[in-house]
């Protein structure tokens, strides 16, 4: 094995083309980390400015009532409260949806249901063209360049006819020369793969534990069903131009083709209904409520709220705090069933995607690792949970104080609450099961063509 | 005796022994089966959301002209939606679709974004893309053009044929010629399975799509002729056949698969743009300045009260012959919304430098230049988009100035905002009408994308004749 090693190694270290494709692997590597960092940083200064941002709102709060104060009504009206999502740090090499599902969302004290759908600011142009983040480099472009490196090993000795010479020499058969051959072309792809990783490690500042080597794991076990694939290949051609050509279609039908027909199939089969449902229903019941007895309405929110027993009516002519944030409430609730099916709706659409990446590494992967970074769905539902609760806390404060008619004064906002529990998303369960799998089940497949045929 | 021009017989026969190999059958095959896979369901979903879009633009309407008697500046709040239109044509190059927002909510005092974007709902797996025709033809038909053609040159050199058919040929030449044309002609078939889609859909009944179609068609056989003039000229200049097809991958790889998403990256990087907190914080600071145009006491309009009574030669608001409130409300809508205008033109000019310079990478990349034509094609462009928003503002404007005018002159001062007005005079303002598009709107600033398509099959058909 070790002189196999050797000679293949000689000869391989003297072909540009496995520079070529080693140095394009790293190149684009490293500007994966350098936009990981801009994503990184984006985020962060997004994030840290949060807390200015509210103040300043405060102060203008404060400014505008500075002479008699006003009800506390008009206070929570006119105040807005940043909930946020911080990443999980690896959230710079697997960006998954953050970059598209919002993970700050400003809320006040009215019907939650229509403050959640806003889209963050972005250029939707650029979204479509794709990501170019490490997951990408390791998930899609480290496999395409083990393809390009080992499609070959067997056909082109095949074609200059020195493949009896080598296999009789060599002992033990094609399927040894084979292995010994890609395990080094895998190798060196390993070794490129990890170097980037350090790097990002050192660059993206990730905590040395197990976390993050998880990722690395991850995505170096994703390297093995190609590992297979590339086997196949170069076990099963004839010429070197078959085989590249048979690359060039296992890696256009597995990376391009498989995960967009998967994608397109699941919104197509499993479409689910906008939030603008929601906000259509919930527009027209909040805006009945001013049209109809107010009692009826405030009695339903009571019922729903026994804990505010203590002021059981609202005056029909005069507007009153009470009764308006009541009518929001009670048009969240109107919608709860609607929102809970939305959300199992996205759950199950989800849950099939994982599934259906079976059929394609690259997109498990990429779900594998997005997972791990706390970057998926998954992560987004629960940052609008989180965001519900925090409304819930909002209200559990303001309207005690609302519904006693208070006044609030100069310095009220002190006292405002804030978004305290800001955890990142914890990261999918660690599965190194399915990429193992796949290879298992393709590896047999890989059985050499006879020496002379 | 004149000597019949070589160029047709070997057009013939170059394209005969492409449809010899199996692989040419299977790939074929394979082409079609995927094309029409995408197209159905690109076509199902279209139409299904078309559907569904305008069950609730019908639904808005109706709830619209449902409404009790109002105040009308409750109705301003209540307000209504302007929905993006779509066309059928979307099911062949859904563009940005799923990542742009389509529905804005329009309301007094605020211009709310396109929100409801899609992809905030779908899987970490679905950012590596999503099939439709136009993917297949910006990918895919490039890949066949290079697996079936890199040898066309490089081939016959290798088995020394080439010197038999250059002295049959003669002195007057016509290689490079017969053989370029007898490639497009042996892989027409899949340009022909590719155009069937977008002149499939115009069966469908849409009108005015017949224009866009053929252009699109026009472009698509344009993205053929560049991807085979640069096949044949690239197995020209390689000596052996297996080296051809390693550099055209790597031309296809570079400007097809990781082009767009450096290209993507850069941009956001070189030209960030503010987010939403910012955003918000920086419009909320400037609106503060501005008063509040629902107290009719604000200092911030004490200038403009005074003017509006000295116009009317009276002293007291009481006394004009309309309801001050609504008069106030018109002036601060007015103010409002220029500082919206303001800001959100700041955040247009960042987005037309990130638009600018993947534009500027497109040179490099002729499949980004093809999918900037089918995406304006198809109205699911950045351009349309940004139409979509500015019109959608300028409706919300004139729809909620509509209100104020209706609370200026149907509502009375002393009644303080209890009044409600007939439910009639809100039938009368007309639903949100974006413009149509139409293929001059869609051309409007395509030519550099022409021009990439031209320089690359000029620079082609350059290099393959030197060398040929």
């Known amino acids: ?152 090993v067997l056909s082109r000795d095949r074609q200059l006819g020195v493949l009896p010479l080598l296999a009789a020499q060599g002992g033990g058969g094609l399927l040894r020369m084979l292995a010994a051959r890609l ?86 089969l499993f479409p689910v209904p906008e939030g603008l449902e929601l906000t259509v229903r919930q527009r027209q019941i909040m805006h009945d409520g001013w049209d109809q007895p107010r009692q009826p309405n405030y009695d339903r929110f009571l019922a729903e709220r026994p804990e505010y027993r203590k002021w059981p009516t609202v005056p029909e002519k005069d507007f009153t705090w009470r009764w308006y944030f009541a009518m929001h409430e009670v048009a969240d609730r109107s919608v709860a069933e609607l929102v809970n099916q939305h959300t199992q709706h996205l759950r199950q659409r989800h849950a099939w995607s994982q599934r259906l990446a079976w059929l394609s590494p690259p997109a498990l992967t990429q779900s594998l690792l997005s997972g791990h970074s706390g970057t998926d769905l998954d992560a987004h539902l629960l940052h609008l949970e989180t965001t519900r609760n925090f409304h819930e806390h909002l ?21 405002f609450p804030r978004f305290q529990n800001s955890a990142p998303a914890p990261a999918a369960p660690l599965n190194p099961l399915p990429p193992l799998l796949l290879a298992a089940l393709l590896l047999p497949f890989a059985r050499p063509r006879p020496v002379l045929s | 005796m004149p000597v019949p021009s070589p160029i047709l017989p070997l057009a013939r026969l170059e394209a005969r022994l492409i449809w010899r190999r199996r692989a040419s059958w299977l790939l074929l095959g394979l082409f079609t089966g995927l094309m029409l896979l995408a197209g159905l369901l690109s076509g199902l ?95 895919v038909l490039a890949l066949v053009i290079v697996v079936l053609g890199h040898g066309v040159f490089a081939a016959e050199v290798e088995s020394g044929r080439e010197r038999l058919l250059r002295a049959q040929i003669g002195p007057r030449g016509g290689l490079w010629a017969g053989k370029t044309l007898g490639l497009w002609l042996g892989i027409s078939p899949f340009v022909l399975i590719a155009a069937l889609v977008p002149l499939t859909l115009l069966f469908f009944g849409e009108s005015g799509l017949a224009d866009r179609a053929s252009v699109l068609v026009a472009a698509l056989l344009l993205y053929s002729v560049l991807w085979v003039l640069l096949v044949a000229a690239v197995s020209s200049v390689c000596r052996t056949s297996q080296a051809a097809l390693a550099v055209l991958i790597c031309l296809w790889l570079g400007g097809g698969v990781l082009l767009p998403r450096a290209a993507a990256g850069l941009a956001s990087a070189a030209h960030p743009l503010p987010d939403k907190s910012e955003f918000n914080a920086r419009l909320g600071e400037e609106i503060a300045k501005l008063g509040d145009s629902h107290n009719d006491k604000d200092p911030a309009f004490i200038a403009f009260k005074e003017e509006t009574l000295r116009k009317h030669g009276v002293s007291r608001v009481e006394d004009l012959p309309f309801n001050y409130k609504g008069q106030l409300m018109m002036a601060g809508e007015e103010q409002s919304a220029k500082v919206f205008a303001q800001e959100h033109a700041k955040i247009e000019a960042v987005l037309d430098q990130q638009t600018a310079l993947v534009r500027r990478l497109a040179w490099l990349s002729p499949s980004l230049a093809l999918r900037d034509l089918a995406m304006r094609l198809c109205g699911t462009d950045a351009a349309a988009q940004q139409r979509f928003i500015r019109e959608a503002e300028a409706y919300r404007f004139s729809f909620i100035q509509h209100l104020n005018h209706l609370q200026r002159d149907h509502t009375a001062y002393a009644e303080k905002n209890v009044q409600r007005i007939d439910e009639h005079l809100f039938d009368e303002i007309e639903d949100f009408k974006p413009t149509p598009h139409t293929l001059s709107l869609a051309l409007a600033g395509s030519a550099a994308s022409w021009a990439v398509l031209g320089l690359w099959i000029a620079l082609a058909a350059l290099l393959g004749r030197r060398f040929a």
């Open chain 2, 45 to 139: 979903r279209q139409t299904r959301e078309r559907e569904q879009q305008a069950a609730y633009q019908k639904l808005v309407r109706q709830q619209w002209e449902s409404q009790p008697d109002r105040h009308p500046h409750r109705a301003a709040h209540y307000g209504t939606f302007a929905f993006k239109p779509r066309s059928l044509l979307a099911a062949y190059e859904p563009g940005i679709e799923a990542f742009a927002g389509r529905i804005q909510f329009l309301e007094a005092h605020r211009q709310n974004g396109a929100n409801f974007a899609e992809a905030s709902t779908l899987s970490s797996a679905s950012r590596l893309g999503e099939l439709s025709p136009a993917f297949l033809v910006e990918c």
């Open chain 1, 183 to 268: 395990l080094l072309r895998l190798l060196l792809v390993v070794i490129v793969c990890s170097l980037l990783f350090g790097i990002a490690m050192i660059i993206l500042q990730l905590p040395p534990g197990f976390d993050t080597f998880a990722w690395l794991f991850i995505a170096l076990l994703g390297l093995l069903p190609w590992l297979a694939i590339t086997a196949i290949i170069a076990a099963r051609s004839r010429s070197a131009t078959g085989s590249l050509a048979a690359a060039m279609a296992a890696f256009v039908s597995l990376v391009l083709l498989m995960p967009a027909l998967v994608n397109l199939a699941l919104s197509t």
């Open chain 1, 1 to 152: 094995m070790k002189a196999l090693w050797h000679l293949d190694w000689l000869r391989l270290r003297r072909q540009a083309a496995t520079w070529f494709l080693l140095g394009g692997l790293f190149l684009a590597g490293l500007t994966a980390i350098y936009l990981g960092k801009k994503f990184q940083e984006q985020q962060q200064a997004e994030i840290s400015r949060l807390d200015a941002q509210f103040q300043a709102q405060c102060d203008r709060l404060e400014h505008r009532y500075r002479e008699n104060g006003e009800h506390s009504g008009y206070w929570s009206y006119y105040s807005f409260y940043p909930v946020h999502q911080p990443p999980r740090p690896l959230a710079a090499l697997s960006w998954g949806l953050r970059d598209v599902a919002p993970f700050v969302t400003w809320v006040r004290l009215l019907g939650l249901e229509q403050q959640l759908y806003e889209s963050s600011l972005a250029n939707p142009l650029l979204q479509s063209l794709g990501q170019f983040d490490l997951a990408f480099v390791l998930g899609v472009l480290a496999p395409l360049v083990l393809l390009l490196l080992g499609h070959d």
């Open chain 1, 395 to 415: 209200k559990a404060h303001f309207f005690p104080l609302i519904f006693d008619e208070t006044h609030f004064t100069a310095g009220a906002t002190k006292s």
